[in-house]
DNA sequence: CTGAAAGCGCTAACAT
DNA sequence: ATGTTAGCGCTTTCAG
């Protein structure tokens, strides 16, 4: 049994012939280099024979590049996050890129740590959900010429390439959809984060509202109660409050989560003749009862163009072309949590 | 401005040093190799204000150790994994590891890719979900000593370190609870695939089933077809055709997820008698209607479990210890789907 | 107490 | 048409 890792250089002695030739059959530039057909097969065949696979660690601290993918996002366990990471991961994949997944929470600090970690470990390029006050490391990366695609939320000062959905558009839709159907004290729900994402929904909803004469209602969950009972304690004091109960719209999943279970547990009485509309689909609103209106965001679409725009950096990390921003359009999805009161 | 890379030589040339007392006092061997305590200091410092940090590559590829993990699962967009991911990559993360993920969809040969893939950029330990047929794969892992574990399933000849829960109990004591509350003909449905968990569910439902003298009636779906429409098909006629329709028991998840899909959109009449339990707990089951029965895997008792595993062998990566099989209690969570029938 | 030098495995100018 | 050589940036043995 031969214990000898092998390596560019046992084959190289075992063929009789230098590592450069071996490395140059290997890496395709035979014919660029004048190789002779005899020999690049013969390598080619020895190198089949033994299963030899180069160690990818060397290549990249050789040559700067590691084929992998940072995917960053607020949380892995999202449903959305993830079915969105699954896109991403089949697109590099099939392109030769490993993708790493790493959940930020949203947090400043977590984010810029773990950037940090993965640019030394010479990372080709980040998709980045970005926490709210990131802009400097992002800007470092940028000015490093690495490719970087951020996606859901943007800063305005950080001229950076975004794959995002028509927040505004999608959420004054929504809400002119509830409107339409009848209901007047529509309470908008949301986190109390200054992301750009909440806020286009935010503005979306106030202006179907402002347009419709009516109250804007707000409830604003601090960011770090949303995923606790007491996100749900707030929300449920809020709607026995309002006057008339009327309908919700929910800025994002996991409010709707929480709130739906307190409801169910604790105040099955209000959701009944509640309107419900929530950003995000999922799929068990098909199933609950009643059937709830989602606005979609398309994961399809939007992973194959945050890769699309990653592998074109990726191609031409040099020249600096005007970032892009693409907009992908959400989808209303009318089920039956929206319609018209009885 | 410097353009140029900071790097341990050019520390080692600023400071009028050599590269090898810079390493030695950030690796903190300065005690050790007797360095004074003002070079130490000054370095330390130096380091400090630069910002300095070591490249990984050039590190791992000199002592082959990359704290890079991998989390290979079948699906991570499936909420029982990527639940379980987060809780991973949080100890991981603690510990000074990071995670890549990977889907490897219950493929062998997507699995043995993925796992040489890695392999060649020297990750320090694999946590996987094993497809069927990788047994090979994962001795040639064990014999080159490189950290495994298995979760979920694993193979009866192969020694491995392995996490899963106690599904044959798990799987006796819903089908029991069924029974007790006087379900008669309980249709079990799963997939046609010889893997441990899946066999051990079925054993303990059908031991079940046969110490209370009932007849077993059990539906096999086939793996390929158990996320698409096919599979719902398949359920939906099968339970048109079982008298009395009594109480259905799910194996895995997503048979679940497109059972209910199926039933709501296209034969609402039958969910309502039919009793209901399910493998794998989802957030979502206590919002439904009615609320869904369902056993549940401990996520962060197993990601525990997993990772303390995981860390030991890390450590002491030569001795040859047995290999621990470690079986963590599922929950049967009783709600309103399992309820008597009236 | 500190440094020189070898080498992890690969690539790519620069020979020849 | 193929080989020599010099690194990529770090760790670690061995010498002093």
Known sequence: MNKKRISLKSIAEELNISATTVSFILNGKAKEKHISSKLTKKVLEYVAEIKYQPNQLARSLRTGKSNILVFMV????????????????DIANAKGYKVIFCSNENDDSRSVDLINIFSLRQVDGFIIVPSPGIQHTIKKLLDENIPVVL???????VDCNIVVINNKEASYDATSHLIKNNYKNIVFITTDTQQTQMLDRLEGYKQAVAENGLEPNILFIPYNDAHTDMGSSLIINH????????????????????ALEAFKAEAP?????LGLVTFDD??????????????????????????DLMLELLKKKDSKDAPQKIIVDAQLIIRDSSSAPQ
Chains 1, 2 share one sequence.
């Open 74 to 89: 607020e949380d892995i366990s999202n449903s959305f996050f993830s079915k969105l990471a699954r896109v991403i991961e």
């Open 151 to 157: 996606l859901d939320r943007y800063f305005e000062d």
């Open 239 to 258: 709607i026995k409050m309002s006057q008339p109960k009327d309908a919700i719209f929910f800025a994002t999943n996991y409010l709707t989560l929480k």
């Open 269 to 273: 009485e209000l959701t009944h003749p």
């Open 282 to 307: 999922n799929e068990f609103f098909s199933i609950l009862t009643p059937t709830i209106t989602a606005v979609s965001q398309p994961l399809v679409a939007m992973g194959n163009q945050l890769m």
